[in-house]
RNA sequence: GGGCGUGUAGCACAGCUGGAUAAUGCACCGGCCUCCUAAGCCGGAGAUCGCGGGUUCGAAUCCUGCCACGCCCGCCA
């Protein structure tokens, strides 16, 4: 709790130093109770028990009568050799009053670049390649919400073996030639018929299956080959080409994503770099590098190990024929975004782990900074991994018509008052809420198994858990509208708060007080993951709340608890914002 | 073989810049709807924190060895 900790440390500071103890690192030693029911700071004093000469819960109890009094603390107590300190309540409704949830200064507003997702528009999105998304895009929000000035890009692969193959496969088969590749396949669901991602991968899929095995898979590769090469030389009819294979594909999984809300400010193609010389010029300058070194066949790469890199040190930036790589335009990209204002954020599946270091240490080398990155474990079913080649796949669409179709049922159930079309409003926004929740609520670098029954809950720890909490919270605000009165009005002259408060209000409060704290974590340290808990816990204690204290009884309404109410409303719906859940008014 | 990551109740997962009784959800047991949405609230039971050593007043957390799983080690993207 930051506003509470700015005030007691200097505090804490003086009573040390009364008792003789000076110099300590109280910034870093003065925590957040780990329980609630301990207090909210705590200080151990194990420490400086030596420096002393007394056992640290005698220090800690001396400490605790040494601490001068202050309006914002409410109790300070010693307790198994940590000094507790507990907010007082009522200072809390004061400084939530006086400066909101914000916690005082967050005038960050940074300028961020997150690049994210970056998907090969060769097909839909599968739930394997929507971590990056999810997690990228609750950045972005996260972000937002702490006041940082964001923008969200997309890194187009255009060039390549993979969008080359799409373009081959529409140019040179028939719809019958794709039929006949992909009999005995899955064959595709009529649901998405229109929808390009799901139309062409089958081109897609049925020109690898040729690439494979077939006759003319020679002639077939050969043809690819030409096709990249020429791509990777800047050829414009040849990018043409690819675009208008891939961009409705690209366009199908926009859609996809911005079904779950997921939407960029910002498209940019890897061929830019090549097209307008970049890269020829960076390989130009890596070659004067002094750890560059030369193949036999003309290829170069920087000696990396030169600089520390274990394991494999060589680090190719061009082949042998003199076209460039991947991970060579990948820096030109990097050094085009540096010339930008603000940092930079890349979200990036634990693949690309390798490749990150080499082309952070590549801009190291050219003076430039590292990229941030967030590195992901892969989604993978039951079965194993997620594999479109061996039909072991969940595409994204299927899952998000699944999950409306089951909180449809839910809601039926539940709020048999309601029409289809309220019905289908709400099934969409719980849907898709859930499932973005579902895969952000687990750190980034955890192995995640994608399961139904997990993706499609919707109780406790679940979206719609939050979600619910602040329909009630909207509930209670139209209620009184329409029996009492505007809410402004009744809030106008400030309210006064009464001198006990419930148990559940007082939690209810602390929770609050630390909102801004869990966001600039989450911010901070790029773990979403913190903040989604914050928000489970943040939803509970307005349960508890709600639970325990009638804000509307007997047509009476108690200003302090619809003031409290309100104020968690509103924070509830920012939080929502920013992990991109949908806030809806009922449910 | 080398590099990186993961291993915590039956299941899932938080805590990992060292600190108290290891948090939460599901499942399990028991309470709570004449009152603002019970998709809820309250309580209970359930954990040798993968295994062994070490550092420390104190280790899930740091170091080390081992085991299991995942990812990577292309002049692919």
Redesign the pocket.
Known sequence: MQILKAVVQPLISQALSTMGVENLPLDK?LQP???L???DL?L?C??F?KRLGMP?NDIAEALAKHVAEHPAIGEVNG????L?IRANPQWLVEQLMAIGVQGGDSKKNRAVLIEHTSA?PNGPFHVGRARNAILGDTLVRLHRLYGNDVTAEYYV?D????VAVLAWALEHLSEEDVAAQLEGKEPANPVWKGKADHERVRWYQAAQALRQDSENSKEIEEKIGTM?HAS?HGDEHVLASFESAYQPVLDGMLTTLGRLGINFDRFTK?SIFVTNGDVGRLMERLGTLEINGE?????QFLDLGARGL???T?F?YR???GSS???TRDIAYHMWKWTMEGDLINVL???????AKQVGMTLEELGHKRPEVVFY??IKLPEG?MSTRRGNVVFMDDLLEEAKEQ?AV??RE??PQYDEEKIAT?AEA?GTSAVRFNII???P?????FRWE?AL??????A??IM?SH??A???RR?IESDVGPIDTLLEHGVQSPVDLPD?LVTLLRILSIHHDCLEKAVNDH?P??FA?HM?RL??SY??F????????DGEVNQFYLWISETARSVMHAGMEGLGLVAL???
Request: one cysteine or more.
């Open positions: 030693m109770s780990r329980e029911d301990q207090g705590a151990p194990f420490p028990s640290p307790v198994n050799g940590y507790n090969n692969d060039m390549g073996k993979q990249v990777e890897e193949a036999d066949n003309g290829a274990k394991g494999k060589e190719f082949r042998g024929d790589l991947y991970a599946g634990e693949d690309h782990k390798l490749q474990s892969f991994k909180a839910v809601v539940l709020r709400i719980v609520k687990v750190s670098e955890k192995g995640f198994t997990d809950t919707f109780e406790a720890g679940s719609p858990f619910y329909t009630r909207c509930s209670i209620r559940s773990r993951h913190l808990e489970l939803a509970n349960n508890a709600l639970n325990e204290c009638y804000i509307l009884s008014d009922e449910m």
